[in-house]
């Protein structure tokens, strides 16, 4: 296509000016973020249907959640490296951005050494705790979290750089590309293990064609400098990766303790009512994507942010508020939907004043969407006492779970009441906010 000069317009070039815009940028990432999460939520439901042996699902969906609890945390290092490319970019420093990639592929390549190191150990007694049908499973699930965690590098050089349709882009990929060797390692009769190690094989495509990419950052001469410590950037990363690590294992922890207190049939009933629930948890996504870098924009310039803050919970209560709605409304259908055959081993589950189980569940999540929201907007206020708020609701949820368990919905009740008293400790220390000064400049 010609412009009005009658050069050629491609679709990069119609792209850049959106690209370079606050809300463009954040519509971006937005619909790529709730595209993405779309499709990962897709291949748990299609692998209910396809994983059909009895503690199968199970076996995936806790492997799953272990994934989520060991590696959300840590994805934390994309917004170190997102920050220190960026500083860096703007300033021009191209070669020493590429001292701090090549510095962190190599921790990371390490990291992800030590952590199949760790897996291998590991895989005979974690398989008999979560009553596995092989420890190589435990060993699988090593090779994929190694894999994501070096694939934060070429996100956080794209975040950095404001690519954010190839951003988007890679996250759909990588989700798309999972579903794909999935269904065809599970159709070919390696049951759980293909299913888990779809995600290790869609992290190594991306990794190769994104460091291909940007194959400048990892080869060539560069001029060292000694006033830069790449190292230093690592400490940023130990507060966020703390609050997102104990807010993704209190989500995520529930399964695990139901597959080692109840056994596999019951972890079965509980993995397929999970399914419903926590999708809920993806609301938060994109508008956090949006409130962050607004609020942390306001910060620096020493102003307000307590209307932002609210619009996005408001924004947050209403998108919550009609799928759990839905639920409420078609408890019979949303079970069958998510959970296909198996909808009928939970639709006539129960909770507290007769409570449907999805309906609860979703409520559950609903309410730890909103503290998900909240804990990155005080990340983006550069606080970290509330950290402890949410070490000491993990505690409480395990040994009310491990007190409390009884029946699947009691498990829901004791993550509903530590979720509420959560909620409302971080509403008021969200409000109570103050402007900053004017930041410094000083690197990340």
Same mark, same amino acid.
């Given at each position: 296509?010609?412009?009005?000069?009658?050069?050629?317009?491609?679709?990069?070039?119609?792209?850049?000016?959106?690209?370079?815009?606050?809300?463009?940028?954040?519509?971006?990432?937005?619909?790529?973020?709730?595209?993405?999460?779309?499709?990962?939520?897709?291949?748990?439901?299609?692998?209910?249907?396809?994983?059909?042996?009895?503690?199968?699902?199970?076996?995936?969906?806790?492997?799953?959640?272990?994934?989520?609890?060991?590696?959300?945390?840590?994805?934390?290092?994309?917004?170190?490296?997102?920050?220190?490319?960026?500083?860096?970019?703007?300033?021009?420093?191209?070669?020493?951005?590429?001292?701090?990639?090549?510095?962190?592929?190599?921790?990371?390549?390490?990291?992800?050494?030590?952590?199949?190191?760790?897996?291998?150990?590991?895989?005979?007694?974690?398989?008999?705790?979560?009553?596995?049908?092989?420890?190589?499973?435990? %060993?699988?699930?090593?090779?994929?979290?190694?894999?994501?965690?070096?694939?934060?590098?070429?996100?956080?050089?794209?975040?950095?750089?404001?690519?954010?349709?190839?951003?988007?882009?890679?996250?759909?990929?990588?989700?798309?590309?999972?579903?794909?060797?999935?269904?065809?390692?599970?159709?070919?009769?390696?049951?759980?293990?293909?299913?888990?190690?779809?995600?290790?094989?869609?992290?190594?495509?991306?990794?190769?064609?994104?460091?291909?990419?940007?194959?400048?950052?990892?080869?060539?001469?560069?001029?060292?400098?000694?006033?830069?410590?790449?190292?230093?950037?690592?400490?940023?990363?130990?507060?966020?990766?703390?609050?997102?690590?104990?807010? %993704?294992?209190?989500?995520?922890?529930?399964?695990?303790?139901?597959?080692?207190?109840?056994?596999? %049939?019951?972890?079965?009933?509980?993995?397929?009512?999970?399914?419903?629930?926590?999708?809920?948890?993806?609301?938060?996504?994109?508008?956090?994507?949006?409130?962050?870098?607004?609020?942390?924009?306001?910060?620096?310039?020493?102003?307000?942010?307590?209307?932002?803050?609210?619009?996005?919970?408001?924004?947050?209560?209403?998108?919550?508020?009609?799928?759990?709605?839905?639920?409420?409304?078609?408890?019979?259908?949303?079970?069958?939907?998510?959970?296909?055959?198996?909808?009928?081993? %939970?639709?006539?589950?129960?909770?507290?004043?007769?409570?449907?189980?999805?309906?609860?569940?979703?409520?559950?999540?609903?309410?730890?969407?909103?503290?998900?929201?909240?804990?990155?907007?005080?990340?983006?206020?550069?606080?970290?006492?509330?950290?402890?708020?949410?070490?000491?609701?993990?505690?409480?949820?395990?040994?009310?779970?491990?007190?409390?368990?009884?029946?699947?919905?009691?498990?829901?009740?004791?993550?509903?009441?530590?979720?509420?008293?959560?909620?409302?400790?971080?509403?008021?220390?969200?409000?109570?906010?103050?402007?900053?000064?004017?930041?410094?400049?000083?690197?990340?």
């Amino acid at each position: 296509m010609l412009d009005e000069n009658g050069r050629s317009s491609g679709i990069g070039e119609r792209l850049t000016p959106l690209r370079g815009t606050l809300l463009g940028a954040f519509g971006v990432m937005m619909v790529a973020i709730t595209l993405a999460s779309a499709l990962t939520y897709l291949f748990s439901i299609i692998m209910t249907r396809m994983l059909g042996k009895a503690g199968a699902f199970s076996n995936f969906n806790s492997l799953n959640s272990l994934f989520l609890i060991i590696f959300t945390g840590s994805s934390a290092i994309q917004t170190v490296i997102t920050k220190n490319i960026a500083k860096l970019d703007v300033m021009g420093e191209h070669d020493k951005a590429c001292l701090f990639v090549r510095a962190f592929s190599r921790w990371l390549a390490w990291a992800g050494f030590v952590i199949l190191l760790v897996s291998a150990a590991a895989a005979w007694p974690l398989s008999h705790i979560l009553k596995l049908d092989s420890p190589m499973l435990a %060993i699988i699930l090593g090779t994929y979290v190694a894999i994501t965690l070096y694939l934060m590098l070429p996100y956080g050089l794209l975040q950095g750089e404001q690519r954010f349709a190839g951003l988007g882009a890679a996250s759909i990929s990588a989700a798309l590309l999972r579903i794909v060797f999935g269904v065809s390692l599970v159709a070919l009769g390696f049951g759980v293990s293909g299913a888990m190690g779809a995600g290790t094989l869609a992290g190594m495509c991306l990794v190769g064609a994104l460091v291909y990419y940007y194959r400048d950052y990892f080869h060539g001469k560069v001029d060292p400098s000694r006033d830069f410590n790449p190292a230093k950037a690592l400490l940023a990363f130990i507060p966020i990766a703390i609050a997102i690590f104990l807010l %993704i294992f209190m989500t995520q922890i529930d399964v695990l303790l139901i597959k080692a207190l109840k056994g596999a %049939i019951e972890a079965d009933r509980y993995s397929y009512g999970a399914l419903a629930g926590k999708a809920v948890l993806f609301f938060p996504v994109g508008i956090s994507v949006v409130m962050f870098p607004r609020v942390s924009q306001l910060r620096t310039r020493g102003e307000h942010t307590r209307r932002v803050l609210a619009l996005s919970l408001m924004a947050c209560l209403l998108l919550e508020g009609a799928v759990v709605g839905f639920y409420a409304l078609f408890p019979g259908f949303t079970a069958t939907f998510f959970a296909g055959k198996h909808g009928k081993e %939970i639709s006539g589950l129960t909770g507290v004043l007769g409570v449907p189980f999805v309906v609860l569940f979703g409520l559950v999540m609903a309410v730890f969407a909103l503290i998900y929201l909240l804990v990155y907007y005080q990340l983006a206020l550069d606080r970290t006492a509330f950290i402890g708020l949410l070490a000491v609701g993990a505690v409480a949820e395990v040994i009310g779970i491990a007190f409390f368990h009884r029946t699947l919905p009691d498990v829901l009740l004791v993550m509903l009441v530590v979720g509420v008293m959560l909620l409302v400790v971080n509403l008021i220390l969200s409000f109570m906010e103050t402007p900053a000064g004017q930041s410094d400049g000083s690197p990340v």
